[in-house]
């Protein structure tokens, strides 16, 4: 029924379903916040309604049935941050079936019949590395957090990100986690530079970019070059205030905002245009170059940054607006 | 001697006072209740396109809370239910790769019972409290896990999905066919074979259990054996249904697992619970979420409507009964 | 003991086989995890010898006292007899409700409102589990389970409240003891951890959750009122998780609904460690920051050895199972 | 046979050669915990359609004996072979397929089970089928043969009296036709018509030619059941004794090591008291009580008979406050009561010794001081050490008064025996300001010494002027000991017995609705 739906449906707006796997989470809440503020906006809110659905766990069982529920429930085009990089085949093959065009959108996927809207995790990471590689000093020992093991952007980026390092000569002398949780950064980070005080650099994929510091602070060490980026506020700030005090990093990040560039795409195709079907966007990057101008020193350390995107012109003020769930 | 004249009630009277003894009959009704509700808001479920994506949903976890009401019947809990269905998922999707399905399938169950084993070992023959034990099984299991496969993937086929959870029957969800085999295959082991009822007696005392002169050791690894097999299936239904591996995919059945059983009336200090009441707790619990979305709902209200739905439902019987008494109390 | 008789003489090794039995069977079971994490810390210490100091004693003891401050409600939760696994969610509830009173009702507002949110928490807990009889876990997790829901439902944008510097001050800063740098936090909890040890073990009220969690029905049948001490001891879980909440809000400066996941196995990890029945009746505060102090010097020697953050969940599993299969074996010679 | 008297030195007693029909010979079995000996050179044997007696003080070693025998527990060293077959394996199991089985003294029966499938499912292979229904034909055809037809196979064991489950389990270890059948105080429960049904089955396995192994504390059944018996003392022989050639002070004197006397000491004089009524209750209404008036003066001690299962252990829970009840009138130490709870009940002066002293009675993992403290915990009072240290001479005092052997307050109390285990229960409400004290059978299967030490202070309290409510499953103590008795009959009170009409027939009688000379028929039903 989907695809005469549709077609019924040119005069109205289109049905836009969104599924997000992991409800309560920052990041992701940022960029739904972000993606309802498009579309209020002047120029979508004639065009789209949303149809949001969260689920928990980051489960791609609950992610699939939730895409199906949205199928069932008629949408025009089905958005989603996959859980998993293969579990919501089930779910696309039926979309596809009924032609209701599938993004995943914030994460990579592997499938033909789906257009991917991401940030350029990959690349994120490697990032990261080369700065630090480019930034260590004479001492290469380096310590690794990475993000949570087991899920497909850590364990898809960590062994490239663990090559560059090694072949750029950084001997790797600790390995933790940082749980994408700044609080567990700091932790691990204390426990490694307990054992370890004499690190000549950290790499710590997509978070701890206050964390990493903070640990150095606590156990009385110099500051070292730090890779961090869960984009938080703090983060930024963390870069700007210590500054002085010699802390160098680079904290690679992806725009939360990147679901309302999904969105732009969705209804770009709704309206009959082409788009590319994959489609990549490079990390943000906040170093203590540009940290000043990210610090929103009246906002709380784990605001998330990246609530726009270039082209989109999205407002903090409806951004917050909607993050308190209007 | 005189003939028994005893057993005379028919069959189904029995059934009535065992799924009142198993404490089934409050989560049956909730689930009838539930069912009626989601019908009139969302009359599609009864498409055969939502019916199979609910099943699909549902079957899983309705595996898990079996796995777990084993447990839970000798008495014990399975913190590491997750962690299994985790393990056994992702040496499922691996020997796909490589293996026919049905030996694919042995591998896959074959490492989810290597870890009911141990779990059992530990329980029943070193005597460790079991949720001391498989709390510490969970971190082991979901470690091998990882250290498998790191990430998603594996060599499910569309063929696989098709006969797990695709379109093979007419108007009835495939998965729904192989809960029913696998509910069936439970039962006639708990309630029709001398080892079921044994499993049913160590929860209730297993000193009396071997007082009797039966294996109450035994009856205990059993279970947890028989427990992680019905996990495994459960873990082998979802790769069929997700199409894939995922080393964290069991993560989010270890407490959903644990209130759908407390939904099924089961008791935690174990000798009392219900296949059936369990099966229709997990499809309850399993389905909060899509019944939200049809109703329009915000998806947050479905954490606040699940743990309300356990908690009445468990709860409601008990202020009845208390009220029930009172009321009595006063007449006389 | 000064006198031996003729029997004791010839069987000499014996008798001192037993003396080391009688005086490891009297020490105190919250010794032991004490006494365990000091052969870790040396193990360390012989591994890489930078380890063996005051300043990484007080390190790992820092992180340590933060997951104990988080488990000592769960401590009292096990004792009489239950489990709590709504610490996770009563902590992020505890520090969202208390950054969003700071603003109307400033800090002290906003401690007692966090305060009460956990007691209100307890209190429910406990008079479902008392009162309809349900199981404590399944109770939790359904607590667990709701106020997830309550906390996303209501605490829009709190956790990006800027957190007040006192609070900071109180958990995060570090002073100085005899040249030995140490986090706030570290006193804090360990009056918290005397505070409470005192209550369980010298007060009736602290007594009763043992008899209680030992034995319900001679309790009520001693006249003692069985569901009150039940529902008091959930409160008193909830509280300190509670606070357990805004220590974690001051010292790592942030706060998220899902900040107390980390703390649903974990606590019961360091109970448990700790020296505690899981089937209540038995434990201490003191234990569980044993506990805690193995747990988190077991981190320390998976990171000394670069196991990566995998092996080390194995490693962490493996300890766990070590210890309880240690304890029982104890309980039941 | 002559009786042979142990002398007071522990040397074994040399084991006398077993004949070679013997079907049951133990030879020099020894079982020791750890430091612990249970049983040390125990040597006895069993004819075919022999009964053959153990007893002792608690803790002589009777259920140990027992175990070891139906495989429940390997011995440390020693022999037994039942019909050739030597049986040490420690496995249950092995001792049934041997045709020994076995009721114990703890019930094992499985709680959840129902009545058939405890009785069905131990004579089977794991993995074979079961069904209900067959099983449940068989088990009532089982009962009925057994003359147990009140029972119904489809009940959950946990919904039956603890006589109906003493049933069960016996009939379970009868069932199969054993060669040798063991009954650990298998009559504990049982009130006198259900040991006249023990003793018909036993004569009936008897004249098949089983052999009996009859453990119990009641001495009067020996003489009527026994052929031939061993008495123990501290996990030894203490003497032989067989049928018509002995007295029982003979036996006591050999079980305690001592002279000891089995007489009961009498009732005190009642005190004329100015205060109120201790109790009194006017149509009481409860769960399995059907209506039931009792008046306690202070001082006087109320015995309660009956069989079990006629209201006995309601009642008594129910003036506690641990079950809800209603009456149409409630005074409890000269106060009016609407709804008792048992925090109520102790403030307002009742005690209560329970039935089963290991769930109901004590923290096991808790020390003795403390579970003596346990009724007396305040909130905001000291606890622990400091407490006990305050408490230090009501401890010491009850410790010695009732003679409680133990290391000390800090000991727990699970390492007790159980006659002590009992008299911790009954001493947390010595010297307390009680008015009332509620004991459900305290002297059930504890023995003799421990039985004096008790009535002593049961009369002890009756003289210091609290009322005591007294139900015993011995007839005897019920009218030697108390001033007056009330006897149970489906949850009513049958009769109420005093002065001349206070005989054990007369509470027998009452106690299996056969009406004695005063009462009319109206009464009873
Ligand atoms: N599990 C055990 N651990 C240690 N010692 C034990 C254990 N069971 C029994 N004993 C020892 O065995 C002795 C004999 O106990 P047993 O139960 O056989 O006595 P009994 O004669 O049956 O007493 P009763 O008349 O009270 O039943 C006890 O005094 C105790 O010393
Ligand atoms: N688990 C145990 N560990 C150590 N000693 C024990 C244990 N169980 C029993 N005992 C010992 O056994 C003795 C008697 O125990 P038991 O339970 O047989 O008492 P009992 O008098 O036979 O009680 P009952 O008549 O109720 O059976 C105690 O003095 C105690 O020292
Ligand atoms: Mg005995
Ligand atoms: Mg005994």
Known sequence: ??????????????????????????????????????????????????????????????????????????????????????????????????????????????????????????????????????????????????????????????????????????EIVAQGTNGWNEATAQQNMATILRSNPDVGGVYSFLTGGQGVPEAFKAAGLKFVPTVGGSGYNGEACELSNNAAAGLKGDMVFGQPAIYAKGLEQ????????????????????????????????????NFQLGYDFPGLDIKVADVVTYYQGK | MTLPTAPSRAWNAHGVTRLRREGAVAPVAAFLVFFIVYVIINPGLLTRFQLQSAANLVVPLALAALGQLIIVLVGGIDISIGAIMSLSNVVFALSMEHLPVPLAMLAGIGAGLACGLFNGFLVAYLRLPAIAVTLASAFIIGSITREIMDRPGGGITPAFYLATSGELLPYLPISIFWLAIVGVALWLVLQRSALGRHIYGVGSSADSVRAAGLNARGAQLAAFALSSVIVSFGAIMLAGSTITGDPRSGDSYLLSSIAAVALAGAAFTGGRGSILGTILAACTLGLVGSLLFFAGVNSYWQYVISALIVISVVGVPVIWRTTYLAIRRVRS | MTTTTAIQTVDDTRTRVTNLARIVSRMPRSAWPLLVFVALFLIGGLIRPGLLSIDSLIGTATFAMILAIASFGQTAAVIQGGVDLSVPNTIAFSALTFLTLIGPLGPLGGLIGALLGGLAIGLMNGVIVAKLGLTPIVTTIAMNGLLFGVLLLTFKNSELTVIPHLLTQLTATKFSLFGVKIAAVLPLGLLLMIVLQLILSYTGWGRSLFLVGSAPEAAKLAGQPVDRIRIAGYALSSVIAAIAGIVLVGFYAQASATMGADYLLGSVAAVLVGGASIAGGRGSMVGTFGGALVLGQVATLVAVANLGSNIQQLIYGAIVLVVIALYSRRARD | MTVLTADGVATPVAAPPAPSNALLVVQNLTKHYGPVVAVQDVSF?????????????????????????????????????????????????????????????????????????????????????????????????????????????????????LADRQFVEIARAITGAPKALILDEASSALGPPGVEWLFRRIRELTALGTSVIYVSHRLSELAVIADRGTVLRDGRVAGEFSRGNWSEDQLISMMAGREASKAFPSSPPLPVSSKPDVLRIENLVAEGLNGISILIKPGEILGVGGLQGHGQRELLRALFGATPASASKWMLGGRPVRRLTPVKAVRLG???????????????????????????????????????????????????????????????????????????????????????????????????????????????????????LWFSTEVEELVNICHRVVVLYEGKIADELEGDRLTAEAVVGAAVGVASPGVSQREIS
């Not at chain 1, 788009?275 to 990210?294: D, H, R, V």
Request: positive net charge; hydrophobic residues 45%.
């Open chain 1, 1 to 170: 029924p989907g695809a005469a739906t549709a077609a019924a449906k040119t005069d109205k707006k289109f049905v836009i379903g969104f599924e997000q796997p992991l409800g309560g989470q920052a990041w992701r809440e940022t960029g739904l916040a972000a993606l309802q503020a498009l579309a209020h906006s002047p120029a979508y809110k004639d065009k789209v309604t949303l149809k949001i659905v969260r689920t928990n766990d980051n489960d791609a069982a609950q992610q699939n049935a939730a895409m199906q529920n949205l199928i069932a429930s008629g949408v025009d085009a089905i958005l989603f941050d996959p859980a998993s990089s293969s579990g919501a085949n089930a779910a696309i093959t039926q979309a596809t079936a009924q032609k209701i065009p599938v993004i995943a959108n914030g994460g990579p996927y592997d499938s033909k019949d789906v257009y991917v809207v991401s940030t350029d995790w990959g690349n994120a990471g490697t990032i990261g590395a080369k700065w630090l590689l480019a930034n260590l000093g004479t001492n290469k020992k380096v310590a690794v957090l990475e993000g949570l093991a087991g899920v497909p952007l850590n364990d898809g980026t960590m062994p490239g990100v663990l090559k560059i390092l090694k072949d750029g000569g950084a």
């Open chain 4, 45 to 161: 044997y069993c004819l075919p359609g022999e009964v053959h007696a153990l007893i002792g003080e608690n803790g002589a070693g009777k259920s140990t004996i027992a175990k070891m025998l139906a495989g429940a527990v390997v011995p440390t060293s020693g022999s037994v072979t039942a019909g050739g077959i030597a049986l040490v394996s420690g496995r249950i199991k092995d001792a049934r397929l041997a045709g020994v089985s076995c009721a114990f003294q703890e019930l094992a029966l499985v709680p959840d089970w129902t009545v058939a499938e405890n009785l069905a499912l131990p004579d089977g292979a794991a993995l074979r089928g079961f069904s209900q229904r067959k099983s449940i034909h068989a088990a009532t055809a089982l009962l009925a043969g057994l003359e147990l037809d009140h029972i119904d196979a489809r009940a959950l064991v946990s919904s039956l009296s």
């Open chain 1, 266 to 301: 969705a209804v770009k195709l709704l309206e009959g245009k082409k788009i590319a079907k994959t489609q990549l966007f490079p990390p943000l990057e906040i170093t203590a170059a540009n940290a000043k101008t990210y610090c929103l020193p009246d906002q709380a350390a």
């Open chain 4, 350 to 468: 009742a005690g209560y010794v329970p039935e089963d002293r290991k769930v109901e009675g004590l923290a096991l993992e808790l020390g003795v001081g403390e579970n003596l403290l346990a009724p007396w915990l305040k909130p905001f009072q000291r606890g622990g050490r400091p407490r006990l240290a305050s408490e230090k001479t009501w401890i010491s005092g009850v410790i010695a008064s009732l003679s409680i052997r133990t290391r000390g307050p800090l000991e727990n109390a699970g390492a007790l025996s159980g006659g002590n285990q009992q008299k911790i229960v009954f001493g947390r409400w010595t010297d307390r300001s009680r008015t009332l004290i509620l004991l459900h059978d305290p002297t059930r299967g504890i023995d003799v010494r421990a039985k004096q030490e008790l009535y002593k202070a049961i009369i002890e309290l009756s003289r210091q002027g609290v009322g005591v």
